[in-house]
Each structure stands twice: as C-alpha cells, then as structure tokens.
C-alpha cells in the first residue's frame, strides 16, 4: 500500500496508541467522580490538555476539547452574534456555519492565499469574527495570518478610536498545520484556533478549540458543565490522551518531517510527467495539488486503486458527495481543469521507496486515461 | 478494588476493545475516501449502526451517531422550536438544554417516576416536545413510557380533530437503561431515543440519538455533512463499531444480568445496617439509592476510598460541583436526607464476593461516623 491521502486521515501512531490504551480499561473512571482513582483520571487529562496548550504557547484553561474539528469550528461562530468574514477556501465546516451567520467570502489569490485587499474592502464595523484556516485542507496554501492579525489590530484601534463597541475577533481551523508549522497563537495573533487530532496521528474524533480569554463563547451543547462549562459531556479521556501524546510526538518530529516531505514533493515532481502543478508558492511540502486537464482524475484514483495507490481529488468529505471543488474554482481553474486534479498528500506511513514507485504508478495511469481519449 | 458506580463510568469491555482495535491503525482510513480501503472502512461503520439500530428494533438510517448522551439529548431538542416538557429529574444534558427552550418540569412521585396528571396538566397545544429518559440515572427509576406514548397519542388525534398542526414528540434519554432493559422504539413509543456508549462497556464520548422518520430534525453544527447532514465531522469509526460490539454483548448478557443484579441487590440490602432504601419501587436493580440521615454521605465516599470501595452520592458531574441533587429534591427527601444519600451501581466488574464485602465495609464507615457523631 502507498498512501498519498494523509489529509483525509492519518493511522494512530503506535506510541499514541499505547498512551490511550490504559484509559480504556483500568483507568475508565468518569473524571467528575469523587474517589482518588477517578482523580487520578481527571489529574491525567487535564495534563494532557496541558500537552497540546502549551504546544501552541496556550494555557491549559484555554483550550475546550471537542469531539473534533467540525465541531471546534461551529464553536468557534457561537463567539459571534454580528456579521462574519471567511476565506472563500474554507473547509465546509467553517464555510457552512459562516453562511448561517450570512458571512461574505474573502477571496484569494491564484495559489489561494488571501486577498488581503479583498478583506480591506470588505471590513465593516458589524463584522465580529474572521475565519481564516492556517493551511487550507485541498491546497495545503498557508496563509499569513500574523498580517491578517496585524490588520484586524489596526481596525480594532480605529473602532475603539470612534467608540464602536464591536468586538473584532480572528479565528484560524489549523487542523492541517500541526504536522509541519511551529503554530502558536500569540504569534499568529489569532483569538480562536482549531486543532484536529485526526490529522497528526491521533484518534478521530477528537479536537480542540483554542479561545482567547477576550472571547465570550457561548455552548454548542448544555449539560454536565465540563470544560468550563464550553462543552459538556463525559471527557473523551483517551481520546485526549491521544491528542495529547500525538501532539508530542508531531512537535518532536517537525523539522525532520519538514525535510522529508520537501524531498518527496522535489522527487515525485520530477518524475511525474505532462502535469501541472497547482499549489507553486506558500504551500506545506506535504500537499501536491497536480493538474491532468483533459483527464478524469476520479478515473485516476480508480485506476491507481488497483496498484495500491490510495489518492484523492480533494477533501474526502466533498469529494464522497460529487461535489466540484470549491476550492479549486475559488483560485480560478476551470471545470475540466477541477476534474483533472490529483491531491497527493504525504505523511508517516510513506518512504522515498514509496515515492519513486508512485511516481511511476501515477504516469502509468495517466498514460492509459490518455490513450483512452487519444 | 470494588467498583460500585457503574452508572457514572463502565470499563471497555475486551470484546469491544479488541473489536476497535483495528480501526485505529490498518483501518484508518476516512470513510467518505474513494478508494476500496475507505469504503471497506465506510461500510464496516454501517453495518456497525445496523447493529446498534437493530437492537432498538429501528433501522440504520435512523441514527445518527454522536460524540455521546449529552450531544444526543441536546439534538433531540433541535427537533422542536415549540414549548417543551421534561421531566424534573432528568439529566442535566435535557434540563438545561429544556431550560434553554423555556421548558417546563413535569413532577414525580415520591418514587421518581413521572405524575401523569401533571403532564397532563401542563399539556397545552404549543408543547412539541416532552423529554423523560427511560430509567434516571441517579435513582434508576424506569420511567412508564408507553402509557407516556399513549396518553402522546390520544393528545395528537384531539390536536388533529381540531385542526391544530403543532406536531408533539416524545423524547427518551434511555443512556442508562440498555445494560438491562430490552429497549424498543415501537413498544416504547418514543420519536427521539438516546444512546449512550460510555454506561455499556463502549467507549466514552460515542453516542447516537434515533430519529423517527416523521421528526424533522435540524443539526447542531454543520460541515461535510456525515450523517444524513444531521451531524458533521469525521466519523468516529472506532467508538461506534466499538458502540455496536457493546450493544451485543449488552443484550446477550440481558437476563443474565438482571438476575444477577437482583441477587446483589437483595444480598446487600439484607446485610447493610441503619439504612433507608430510596428507590423502593420501580427501579433497576443494578440501583441501589441509600440514606443514612444525618451523616454526610461524602465523607462515606472517602471512608471508602480508603478500602478500595467506589460509590457515589449521586450523578458524577453534578457531585463535583458541590451541587445538592435536584433528583433527590424532586422525590421530596429533605436536605439533611439527601447529604446522607449514597448511590451504588451494580455492573460487570463485580461479583458476589465483592457484595458482601461492601457490605461490610459500608456499615464499618457509617459505624464510624455515626460514633464522631455521637
């Protein structure tokens, strides 16, 4: 098996797995009972929510653990009650809840990174929160989000200046970044940022959401009280214990991984043939987005299924419903241009072994779709 | 060890844990991926809601699975933008959300178990939605839920009959009652059902709520749109087939259980001195809710510990915030009856051994406090 779709899933790490296993047996106590070893239970998650805090330079009291990213992104809008900006890229979990809250795109450029301008022109004082995810999840286009901080500090200076109320807050969905960008919030200058434990070999399932203490957030659900009250629910303790290790071990790994995906993308680049690549500039190395014009890359995906290959045509929750990128129209590709387009993501299960191999698999079948039209 | 709080946390089984195993590393992959892998993965997760609908006597399409109780109870609410009822001694993931929706409390006997005339009472045309959960989780009360349905029945034929459209749904938290009851949503007659993972020997934070087909439903966060679009996100593969390895061991073990627990309850209560039994009457017999008036039943819980015993003075989440039990209140104990309250929950991990030694050390630790007292 090659697996080229890390940004659809990653495989739990063995070491992962190992810190989780004893949460599901002898220490399965509720975190909320009273006995020591149930303490012990709520002592050893709330260390783990330390873990991934302090991963992105937060505190552990910032951070309210969700039953992964989708819902740490509807999280993320329950801070709003005024108007909202996303980026036009965004995965659906952010653009759908964005819309509900009848949100305006912002749009991007070519290699789908912010319009800055865009944002400019589209900056009134009734927006409250902006939604900009760190690494787009079909592109793997990293975004400038310290210069977007910069600017949503400029407007909250002119507001306060003309006495506007409003708060102005910046969210980030960072689940694609963990595994290759040093992230921390002060930095990015963010006020919300999404962690997704599913995408850094981690448990599905399991996510969080990083909330500033200037933000007011209100629950998506009510109940038990748990995580300050922003979450209810028995805690998910391996899965956080997961989360947390995964988190560890990403962190440890960044620069080596750095440079082996960079190689990866330089070796599959140059042994691929008669493409186009579509994410030049500002991308994590992980990701090559390659366009076939002319050639059906679901067909592609079928055939390279066959020799073990496992690709995709984008994000597999889209993707599962026929639906045409949103993604790749917003950077300007045309439909036939959409319909030829490869996501090859890389990640821990793959050697250079590998690469070489896909490389040939890839022209092999490119080579039959076209004889096929030929 | 002697782990007498089954209702507030049970361990994973070996069966389910085995039976998860695989989906955390060979079988990774995201179901809505294209490739054959993916939707082996895709279709292993099915069949695993198969199983968990089909031993509620309901269909695969009728549920949609959850991060867990709370996040069910709280959607089932999302089925109404009426006037709502529930049940006074409902879970706080149904009072609050209730609260939320401007419900109001239908009363109990002395028992727990629900006044049918103050439902009826309080029925009027704009109530959509009445929430009361098969058995309480802090008395372990069984709740008459049919004669609930049908009085729900005769409401909606007299609302018919007038031409009143206003539809009425009848909600059931049934997260406590699947380790002993045979829970069926046609002879129970509920719309909405929840399920709960964690109080069966499955995972934590995986739950489901069922949805009845005339129920129109609206989601609490959105995105990809996994099931049916009514709750987004990534499947959590390895909780539900994890969920659905639980359900059946939940119900081949059913009547075993029951006498089981009917045994423990009649050895302890026969051995246990200077007690009053709270739940009397029409209560599971994995329950057993005692008072000791006038000791403070938290400083039995810590006695306990110090003996390896594990009990709880009542649900675990509203315990750790110091809060009196709004269960205990509402069957009419006083406040000096309900901080002698102790509850003790029956399961797997225990045997009769076990009981009597409970037993014992439960009336060494009110001999000593009764003694500080005296």
Redesign the interface.
Known sequence: ?IYL?HA?????S?RV?DAMKPY???D???P???????KKVASDYEAAKRVIAHAIGAKYSDLVM??????A??LAFNATDGKVLYLITE???VR??AE?HGGAPINVDKNGRILLDDLKSKMTDEIMLISVALVNNELGTIQPLSEIAAYIREVRLDRLSRGIKQPLYLHSDASQALNLLNVNVARLGVDLLTLNA?KIYG???VGALYVSRDVKLSP???????EMGLR????????VIGFAKAVEETCKHLNGNRKKYAKFKQIILSELKDYELINKKHSLDSFVVLCYNGIDA?RL??L??DKGV????G???????GEKSHVLAAIGLSDSEIAGSLRLTFGETNSEEQIHEAAKFINEAVETERSRHA
Chains 1, 2 share one sequence.
């Open positions: 098996m779709d659809a899933a990653t495989p739990i063995s797995f599901f047996s002898e399965f106590f509720n909320s009972a009273a006995y020591l070893p149930a969700t039953a992964g990213a989708t819902e992104n509807n995965h659906d979990s759908k809840v509900q599913a448990p599905k399932a998506l659900s009510v109940g038990g009280g748990q209810s629910g028995t805690e998910n303790v391996p899965g679901e995906v079928f390279l299924e496992y690709v995709s045509t994000a597999a929750c889209a993707a599962s419903k």
